[in-house]
């Protein structure tokens, strides 16, 4: 089973609500990660947990604010969003290989934000 | 510099024909090598991965990796038109990151 789960697929939001998308995954993965991938663009990091410490921010806005409340689950925390920050969010897992860096990633299947 | 460049393309190829999608990256303490293939409006999809120089095979992806040129490639043969989408590269370049390159949008011409 290689499956990353994404709830919800689609959000709307207004810019002054507060919402949270959710990601698990039971692969006994170690490491997980939030990813924004705007139209036609590449994944951009956002935030990476190992053992479930935040291990990298890639000075991400505090709008967003990530958890990871277990080793299965990760949640990030939206709060005055942004029309601009309207994207597909996507959740990855993948082992932690130690020097060698991660083993492959596995995503799911995103979560479309509109801000309005 | 980029850190993971890839030609954005679109390439186009006939289907039968083989597919050869190329990469480079600039950190040179780069240790693992991905490739991932993305549909229009879905998440990317692990495709190949290799750490070591030389070529893997997988059915009919074979992923290529020199570092020494710091150079990774993924070759698709025959191409079907299920191929086409955007392939994204995608290196751990320090910790437990990935960075993806631009993509190149693959189109197989049935």
């Known amino acids: 089973d290689t499956e990353v789960t994404q709830t919800p697929k689609h959000l709307v939001m207004g810019m002054t609500n507060k919402k949270s998308l959710k990601c698990e995954q039971h692969m006994g993965h170690r490491a997980m990660y939030w990813y924004k991938q705007k139209a036609k663009k590449p994944p951009e990091l956002m935030f990476v947990?190992?053992?479930?410490?935040?291990?990298i921010n890639e000075s991400v806005p505090s709008r967003f604010s990530p958890e990871c409340p277990n080793s299965s689950l990760l949640n990030l925390h939206l709060h005055a969003l942004q029309p601009e920050d309207s994207a597909l969010y996507l959740c990855a897992s993948s082992q932690v290989r130690g020097p060698g860096g991660p083993s492959e990633a596995f995503f799911g299947q995103g979560t479309r934000l509109t801000v309005v | 510099q980029k850190e993971v460049e890839q030609n954005s393309g679109p390439l186009s190829v006939p289907e039968g024909a083989i597919a050869s999608l190329n990469c480079t990256y600039s950190d040179r303490g780069s240790q693992s090598f991905f490739w991932y293939r993305q549909y229009s409006g879905k998440s990317p999809e692990l495709i190949m991965f290799i750490y070591s120089n030389g070529d893997k095979e997988d059915g009919r992806f074979t992923a290529q990796l020199n570092k020494a040129s710091q150079y990774v490639s993924l070759l698709i043969r025959d191409s079907q038109p299920s191929d086409s989408a955007t392939y994204l590269c995608?290196?751990?370049?320090?910790?437990?990151?990935?960075?993806f390159g631009p993509g190149t949008r693959l189109s197989v011409l049935p």
């Open positions: 995608a290196v751990n370049n320090y910790g437990q990151n990935f960075v």
């Open positions: 947990y190992s053992y479930e410490k935040l291990s």
